[in-house]
C-alpha cells in the first residue's frame, strides 16, 4: 500500500496549507515582563518599530509601538481561526464587539462583506515573563458567503472538547477538538455562515500532543481533502517509514491512515482538514475574493466606509487590566472566569 505521505514542507512563521485553508501564521514569542502600558518593560532600540518581525531576544512587536501586535486592519473574504494555547490577546473591532481571550481560547471571526479589527497582546504578567503561542489559520468563504454579515464567536477554553488516550503501551495521547468530529465528540458549532458548518466539508482542526515515545493514529477520512499535519515542537516523529524533524508540514493523503510515533520528547502536532472549496482565489493583502474585480470592489468599499469606521479611542486598542471577557455587538458580555453570560454586564 502507497504512504499517506504526499510532501513535505519546512516551516516558518507563515505555513504553507491545502484548500479550503489558506493559510496559518504561527506566533511564538517569548516576551518579558510587561510595563504600565502592557507592552514590553524592555528597551525597543534596534527595532523596525510598525514592522518587527525580526524576533529580536526571542519576540517581536510585528506592527505595534507600544504593544505587540496588529493594530486595526480590515478584511473581507474569508474567516480567522485564532487559537491561544499560552497568553493573552485583545480584540476590538468595527462592529463595536471586544474581548481578551488566552490560555487556551479560541476565537472564531467571519469577515464577510467587511470589518476591520485589532490583535494585541496584552503583557500583563508585571513580574514574570508573558509567554505567547498562537495559530491563526485563515479559512476561505466560498463565492455564495463572500458578502455575508461579518460574526464574531468565542470558544472558551472549557467549550472546548479534549480527548485523552493512551496508545498499547500505556503512553499518554492528548487530542483537543476545535473544529469538526473526533471519537464520537463534537467540537463547538462554527459560525453559521462558514464553509466549517456544512458537514459535507469536513473541516478537521485539532491540537494534538504525544508524550515520548507515544503512538498515535489519524484515521483515514473520505478521499480527496485537503489534509495538512503540521510538526511544531518536539524533537522527531517516526511516520510513513521516515523519521521527520521538528518544524515541518506533512501535506497527506486524507484516503489514508497514517501512524505517528513521538521521539524521545513530548510532541504538539496541528491538524488542518476539510474539503477543497474548488473555486478561483484572488488574495491581495486583507482581502480574498474570487477576481480582481472583486478585489478592487473590496478597496474602493473600504475606502468608502472603513467598513463601518472604528468605535475605538486607540487603533491599538486594549483592555487594561480586565480578565478574560467577550463583548458582542448586541451588547451581550461574558466573562467566563466570573461564570458569567448576561446582557450588558
Given at each position: 500500500m502507497?504512504?499517506?505521505?504526499?510532501?513535505?514542507?519546512?516551516?516558518?512563521?507563515q505555513?504553507?496549507?491545502?484548500?479550503?485553508?489558506?493559510?496559518?501564521?504561527?506566533?511564538?514569542d517569548?516576551?518579558?515582563?510587561?510595563?504600565?502600558?502592557?507592552?514590553?518593560?524592555?528597551?525597543?532600540?534596534?527595532?523596525?518599530?510598525?514592522?518587527?518581525?525580526?524576533?529580536?531576544?526571542g519576540?517581536?512587536?510585528?506592527?505595534?509601538?507600544?504593544?505587540?501586535?496588529?493594530?486595526?486592519?480590515?478584511?473581507?473574504g474569508f474567516?480567522?481561526?485564532?487559537i491561544?494555547?499560552?497568553?493573552?490577546?485583545?480584540?476590538?473591532?468595527?462592529?463595536?464587539?471586544?474581548?481578551?481571550?488566552?490560555?487556551?481560547?479560541?476565537?472564531?471571526?467571519t469577515?464577510?462583506?467587511g470589518?476591520?479589527?485589532?490583535?494585541?497582546?496584552?503583557?500583563?504578567?508585571?513580574?514574570s515573563?508573558?509567554p505567547l503561542?498562537?495559530?491563526?489559520?485563515?479559512?476561505?468563504?466560498?463565492?455564495?458567503?463572500?458578502?455575508?454579515d461579518?460574526?464574531?464567536?468565542?470558544?472558551?477554553?472549557?467549550?472546548?472538547?479534549?480527548?485523552?488516550?493512551?496508545?498499547?503501551?500505556?503512553?499518554?495521547?492528548?487530542?483537543?477538538?476545535?473544529?469538526?468530529?473526533?471519537?464520537?465528540?463534537?467540537?463547538?458549532?462554527?459560525?453559521?455562515?462558514?464553509?466549517?458548518?456544512?458537514?459535507?466539508?469536513?473541516?478537521?482542526?485539532?491540537l494534538?500532543?504525544?508524550?515520548?515515545?507515544?503512538?498515535?493514529?489519524?484515521?483515514?477520512?473520505?478521499?480527496?481533502?485537503?489534509?495538512?499535519?503540521?510538526?511544531?515542537e518536539?524533537?522527531?516523529?517516526?511516520?510513513?517509514e521516515?523519521?521527520?524533524a521538528v518544524k515541518?508540514g506533512?501535506?497527506?493523503?486524507?484516503g489514508?491512515?497514517?501512524s505517528?510515533k513521538?521521539?524521545?520528547?513530548?510532541?504538539?502536532?496541528?491538524?488542518?482538514?476539510?474539503?477543497?472549496?474548488?473555486?478561483?482565489?484572488?488574495?491581495?493583502?486583507?482581502?480574498?475574493?474570487?477576481?480582481?474585480?472583486?478585489?478592487?470592489q473590496?478597496?474602493?468599499?473600504?475606502?468608502?466606509?472603513?467598513?463601518?469606521?472604528?468605535?475605538?479611542?486607540?487603533?491599538?486598542?486594549?483592555?487594561?487590566?480586565?480578565?478574560?471577557?467577550?463583548r458582542y455587538?448586541?451588547?451581550?458580555?461574558?466573562?467566563?472566569?466570573?461564570?458569567?453570560?448576561?446582557?450588558?454586564?
Amino acid at each position: 500500500m502507497s504512504s499517506p505521505l504526499i510532501r513535505l514542507h519546512p516551516l516558518d512563521f507563515q505555513w504553507p496549507t491545502a484548500d479550503p485553508f489558506l493559510f496559518c501564521a504561527f506566533h511564538q514569542d517569548d516576551y518579558p515582563c510587561g510595563n504600565e502600558a502592557l507592552g514590553p518593560d524592555a528597551s525597543l532600540a534596534g527595532r523596525s518599530i510598525g514592522q518587527d518581525f525580526e524576533k529580536r531576544d526571542g519576540w517581536r512587536m510585528y506592527h505595534g509601538d507600544k504593544v505587540p501586535g496588529f493594530p486595526g486592519h480590515p478584511h473581507r473574504g474569508f474567516e480567522t481561526i485564532t487559537i491561544v494555547p499560552q497568553g493573552l490577546v485583545d480584540h476590538a473591532d468595527s462592529l463595536g464587539a471586544a474581548g481578551r481571550y488566552g490560555n487556551g481560547d479560541v476565537q472564531w471571526l467571519t469577515t464577510g462583506r467587511g470589518v476591520q479589527h485589532s490583535e494585541m497582546f496584552p503583557l500583563i504578567e508585571r513580574e514574570s515573563p508573558n509567554p505567547l503561542l498562537l495559530f491563526q489559520i485563515w479559512l476561505n468563504l466560498p463565492a455564495a458567503s463572500k458578502m455575508v454579515d461579518p460574526h464574531f464567536a468565542m470558544f472558551w477554553k472549557d467549550q472546548v472538547p479534549v480527548v485523552s488516550e493512551l496508545d498499547a503501551d500505556a503512553n499518554d495521547i492528548r487530542v483537543e477538538l476545535i473544529a469538526g468530529s473526533y471519537h464520537g465528540l463534537k467540537a463547538p458549532e462554527p459560525p453559521p455562515d462558514s464553509w466549517a458548518s456544512h458537514p459535507e466539508s469536513h473541516v478537521c482542526i485539532l491540537l494534538v500532543e504525544l508524550s515520548p515515545g507515544a503512538c498515535w493514529t489519524l484515521e483515514a477520512a473520505v478521499p480527496g481533502l485537503g489534509r495538512m499535519l503540521y510538526f511544531y515542537e518536539g524533537e522527531t516523529i517516526e511516520t510513513a517509514e521516515q523519521t521527520i524533524a521538528v518544524k515541518h508540514g506533512l501535506e497527506l493523503d486524507s484516503g489514508k491512515d497514517l501512524s505517528v510515533k513521538a521521539g524521545a520528547r513530548p510532541v504538539k502536532l496541528l491538524l488542518l482538514q476539510g474539503r477543497p472549496i474548488g473555486e478561483p482565489v484572488a488574495h491581495y493583502g486583507p482581502f480574498v475574493m474570487n477576481s480582481r474585480e472583486e478585489l478592487q470592489q473590496a478597496f474602493l468599499d473600504y475606502q468608502k466606509d472603513q467598513f463601518g469606521g472604528w468605535p475605538w479611542p486607540r487603533h491599538d486598542q486594549v483592555h487594561d487590566e480586565r480578565g478574560r471577557f467577550a463583548r458582542y455587538a448586541d451588547g451581550r458580555e461574558e466573562e467566563p472566569d466570573r461564570g458569567q453570560c448576561a446582557e450588558n454586564v
